[in-house]
């Protein structure tokens, strides 16, 4: 797995409770060459920020194809949301407004299941 240096920002995630051990992914499929998927980069970025207790994935469907493949992604962009490896929803197309929507809806279906 290829770590690219990003300025300041820790790439560790520290497990300090048995409730952190559950991971949350938020999993992007994209190619270089689909623009709707280079337009949603920025977007992701702000999203991983939004939202500190998941998990962000960018993944170039081009550079690891078995993966694609595992997932199904047929379009890009694809956007997983998985919950203890499993994926639980899935979302095809470069819609931010839905994007945000599920994750959001995500964050609080975490938030029950933890209660």
Known sequence: MEVREQQNKSRVVKVDSEESWDFYV?????????MPSVVM???????ASTFPDLLFLTLDVDEVKAVASKFEVKAMPTFVLMRDGAPVDKLI????DEIRKRI???VQSIRTYNA
């Not at 938020?26 to 060459?33: C, G, P, R």
């Open 26 to 34: 938020v999993v992007h499929f994209t190619a270089s060459w689909c």
């Open 41 to 47: 980069n920025p977007f992701f970025e702000e999203l």
């Open 93 to 96: 197309g470069a819609n931010p």
């Open 104 to 106: 959001d809806g995500f």
